[in-house]
């Protein structure tokens, strides 16, 4: 917005290579007329009535403005032709010399350009008289004599534009001096009117001298009149001028062109030197303080107006005006002394009672022109649509920055991520890759209905600051969802990204404090990359977000997308439907895996698990079903499917001699459903199967997020005789304490623990300490995943209850495992009744 300033302006002092020759050449041709006419000084009464002629023609009628020239239109031409018609040219030069030294000496301006005016005076008169020389000597009032006066006249204007042309381009430069001179031409055309009112004159005054009575009178009548059309014309103009500034400011008014738009066109129709816009700093809008300066192309970040004089303008609410027109604010003019200044007006910006800025204008044209009270009226014109042009232009962006930035943090949204991913990946640099990194915050939920969406909400803005300042200064960061931020950089390999991801994972895992509490926020990380993962911007956010949902079940919470993921996703949104027509038309099996105690390889129960054999997809694994059924609602159908086909072959091995328990895997959402209990209840009646035979196992990572909101459905399973057991137990990141707060029945650890513990120290030990927190708790504990005769004696020498695993059978269909009943157990009589025993295990 702000352009740069002009090339400087030399100094006032070279306009003495233009004066000298003037005055020279003026001094000449005095010497050469008083040698022809030695006694010129005898005409000294016409001398004085010529110079007060000349005085009172050089008041301007109007004035035109050339940069910080004014040129005034006058009719200086009157009097001069009747000077050289009745005077000796000694006395004309000194008339026209002394004419206008008197007004410039009122005006304090500087002695280089009084200088140059007298000399231009001068000079021109001087050129005048040798056309009058040169021609046939002046006989009558004839026709004769106007053409000799008419030529005089021209040349002496002539010679005055050429020589205001000439210290223009000296001190300016020549388009200044060129600007000038075409701005001189239209006083010809004036002259000539006023040459030939002159010529009128010498004729009346030649037939009677009491025509100068009567011509004075009409001169007088036209010069008022002509100044009065003057003025309309001037008003006229101005209403002109601030009705196309009007237009110019509601067009621009909505974007930040305002300065460029208004400042240029302000101080074109104020005649100022300078025209400044100032808006104070407030909320996100910076400071702003633009000045269109005459000879300046462009806006310069700078203003002259004296401190003192705003001050007084922005506190008050009201203009200020300060110059020799203006009397209200006199004390104010040291200040503007001080500042070099001749004049200034100050008009606030006003929106309702609050002050947004001020215009500003400083120094009218000219040297003997100032600001009136009108141009005080003009200027709050314009600040009045100028307010409401910078209040429409603040609310439209802020409007677009709302559009684009997330309220709370006040990072890029979604839409400002997607635009920016969109130019970025425009651009491929060699060895470069950009660069999507998404970090989930997890237990956002947990905080917001514990401690209320407040905490919620200052949790998210600590994140949006933590990650800001460790993201790095070539990094764009965003929210885009509730609890997901984007980081987009340019990085040089794969390799660095996914460092740079877990270097930010690591740093944003510190504590942080809301309200009370010090929290330790977990993230997980999905990174996708320009051009290996795709090469539009919703691509790459849809597989980053992809690559940190699978983040969240790794222990290093980093995930690099790969099209497996992809394709994982799809295919599960390609599920939902068929999953609803599996559960209703029986197409989904159970299997069982068998549970056997480990001291005396005892046939306790079996595991209920779900098995879907799709017929256009084969086998679908577990993890992916059950992930559909909860995205789709269909979770509660599934576990009363399984439960189902578990009481009713419960019942069916009851009948034969052959009594099991079974283990039914429960979602935590299906424990936040509180009918669930009731439907438990109802089954259990159905069936007639002793409450005591069913287990339901919850998922120790699941539960232990929603403990608190589980709880009560725990309770009325417990009441109801069924057995509760932690499944997964030793994978979760809470606290042992929670697990005194369960009524829980068994542990189940881990497969991952059992299967190394007999090759793992480490392993091992962590076995050893959940049999023997379990045995503190009085808990049943099931070791998972046992698959050799070496863990299963470790897990004896351990105390461990129940097995489970591929070294006792594979999960299997009913009509399998009553085949296998029947080839690997016996009947076995114990005090409690038969139970089956494995025969051999190998």
């Given at each position: 917005m702000t352009g740069h300033p002009a090339r400087p302006t030399r100094s006032a002092q070279y306009a003495w290579l233009i004066t000298n020759p003037l005055a020279m050449f003026?001094?000449?041709?005095?010497?050469?007329?008083?040698?022809?006419?030695?006694?010129?000084y005898e005409s000294w009464l016409g001398g004085l009535i010529a110079t007060a002629g000349l005085v009172l023609a050089n008041v301007g009628v109007f004035s035109v403005a050339i940069r910080k020239q004014s040129f005034y239109v006058v009719v200086s031409e009157i009097p001069l032709v009747l000077a050289i018609f009745y005077l000796p040219p000694v006395m004309v030069v000194l008339a026209a010399t002394l004419a206008p030294l008197l007004p410039q000496l009122r005006s304090r301006i500087g002695f280089t350009k009084v200088a140059f005016n007298l000399a231009k005076s001068a000079a021109a008169t001087c050129a005048a008289l040798l056309v009058v020389a040169a021609l046939p000597p002046i006989r009558g009032a004839g026709p004769g004599t106007w053409g000799i006066l008419f030529s005089a006249a021209m040349t002496s204007a002539l010679v005055a534009s050429l020589a205001l042309a000439a210290v223009m381009t000296v001190i300016q430069g020549l388009q200044a001096g060129q600007e000038t001179f075409r701005a001189g031409l239209p006083t010809l055309v004036t002259a000539s009117i006023s040459v030939a009112i002159g010529c009128v004159f010498i004729v009346a005054v030649e037939a009677t001298p009491w025509a100068i009575v009567l011509l004075s009178v009409l001169v007088g009548t036209l010069v008022l009149a002509y100044r009065y059309l003057v003025g309309f014309l001037r008003q006229h103009r101005t209403l002109a001028d601030v009705y196309e500034l009007t237009l110019a400011v509601q067009e621009h008014g909505n974007d930040a062109?305002?300065?460029?738009?208004?400042?240029?066109?302000?101080?074109?129709?104020?005649?100022?030197?300078?025209?400044?816009?100032?808006?104070?700093?407030?909320?996100?809008?910076?400071?702003?303080?633009?000045?269109?300066?005459?000879?300046?192309?462009?806006?310069?970040?700078?203003?002259?107006?004296?401190?003192?004089?705003?001050e007084r303008a922005v506190g008050g609410q009201h203009a200020v005006a300060v110059g020799k027109n203006f009397d209200d604010n006199a004390d104010l003019r040291p200040a503007l002394r001080e500042s070099r200044l001749k004049d200034i007006i100050v008009?606030?910006?006003?929106?309702?009672?609050?002050?947004?800025?001020?215009?500003?204008?400083?120094?009218?044209?000219g040297g003997t022109l100032t600001f009136r009270p009108a141009d005080v009226q003009v200027l709050q014109t314009i600040a009045a649509h100028a307010a409401v042009a910078v209040e429409n232009s603040r609310l439209?962006?802020?409007?677009?920055?709302?559009?684009?930035?997330?309220?709370?943090?006040s990072l890029p949204n979604r839409r400002r991520m997607t635009d920016a991913l969109a130019e970025s990946v425009k651009v491929r640099a060699p060895g470069e890759?950009?660069?999507?990194?998404?970090?989930?915050?997890?237990?956002?939920?947990?905080?917001?209905?514990?401690?209320?969406?407040?905490?919620?909400?200052?949790?998210?803005?600590?994140?949006?600051?933590?990650?800001?300042s460790i993201a790095g200064p070539g990094a764009l960061v965003g929210r885009i969802g509730g609890d997901e931020f984007v980081v987009t950089l340019r990085a040089e390999s794969t390799e660095e990204t996914v460092r740079l991801a877990t270097e930010m994972r690591e740093q944003l895992r510190g504590p942080m404090v809301v309200g009370s509490l010090t929290l330790d926020v977990d993230t997980a990380a999905g990174v996708a990359l320009h051009p290996d993962h795709g090469d539009d911007p919703d691509s790459l956010l849809r597989r980053s977000e992809l690559a940190a949902n699978a983040a969240k079940a790794l222990p290093y919470g980093v995930q690099l997308f790969h099209p497996a993921l992809e394709s994982r996703a799809v295919r599960r949104l390609g599920l939902a439907a068929d999953l609803r027509r599996a559960l209703d038309t029986g197409q989904l099996e159970v299997h069982?895996?068998?549970?056997?105690?480990?001291?005396?390889?005892?046939?306790?129960?079996?595991?209920?698990?779900?098995?879907?054999?799709?017929?256009?997809?084969?086998?679908v694994s577990p993890e992916d079903f059950v992930a559909?059924?909860?995205?789709?609602?269909?979770?509660?159908?599934?576990?009363?499917?399984?439960?189902?086909?578990?009481?009713?072959?419960?019942?069916?091995?009851?009948d034969a001699g052959r009594p099991l328990s079974i283990a039914v895997n429960l979602s935590v959402r299906t424990l936040l459903d509180p009918r669930f209990p009731d439907q438990v209840h109802e089954l259990l009646k159905r069936y007639a199967i002793p409450p005591g035979q069913i287990t339901f196992e919850i998922s120790e990572p699941g539960m232990l997020g929603e403990i608190e909101r589980a709880l009560p459905t725990l309770y009325r399973l417990r009441d109801l005789g069924v057995r509760l057991a932690v499944d997964d137990f030793g994978t979760g990141a809470s606290s042992l304490s929670y697990l005194r707060q369960l009524p829980v029945h068994e542990i189940k650890i881990d497969d991952s623990f059992v299967q190394g513990m007999a090759t793992d120290s480490g392993d091992l030990a962590i076995v050893r300490a959940v049999i023997?927190?379990?045995?503190?708790?009085?808990?049943?504990?099931?070791?998972?995943?046992?698959?050799s005769e070496l863990t299963l004696d470790l897990l004896a020498e351990l105390g461990c209850e129940i097995g489970q695993g591929y070294f006792f059978s594979r999960p299997l269909p009913v009509e399998r495992l009553n085949t296998w009943l029947s080839a690997q157990t016996e009947p076995e009589e114990t005090p409690t009744g038969e139970v089956r025993r494995l025969r051999a295990v190998g």
């Open positions: 003026a001094l000449a041709c005095v010497a050469w007329f008083w040698v022809k006419e030695p006694h010129w062109s305002l300065p460029d738009v208004l400042l240029g066109r302000i101080r074109a129709l104020m005649r100022a030197e300078y025209a400044t816009m100032w808006l104070p700093a407030s909320g996100r809008h910076p400071e702003v303080q633009l000045t269109a300066r005459v000879d300046d192309k462009g806006l310069l970040d700078l203003a002259v107006t004296p401190a003192a004089i705003r008009v606030p910006l006003r929106s309702g009672q609050t002050t947004i800025g001020s215009i500003e204008v400083v120094n009218r044209q439209v962006e802020r409007l677009r920055y709302d559009a684009y930035h997330d309220r709370l943090t890759v950009v660069a999507v990194m998404l970090f989930d915050v997890d237990g956002l939920r947990d905080v917001n209905e514990s401690m209320g969406h407040a905490a919620g909400d200052k949790l998210l803005a600590e994140v949006a600051q933590r990650l800001r069982f895996q068998p549970k056997v105690s480990i001291q005396d390889r005892h046939l306790i129960g079996v595991e209920c698990l779900a098995r879907w054999q799709h017929p256009a997809h084969g086998d559909v059924a909860e995205h789709t609602g269909q979770l509660h159908r599934l576990t009363e499917v399984v439960l189902t086909a578990g009481l009713q072959h419960c019942r069916e091995w009851a023997g927190l379990a045995r503190e708790f009085g808990l049943t504990v099931v070791a998972e995943g046992v698959e």
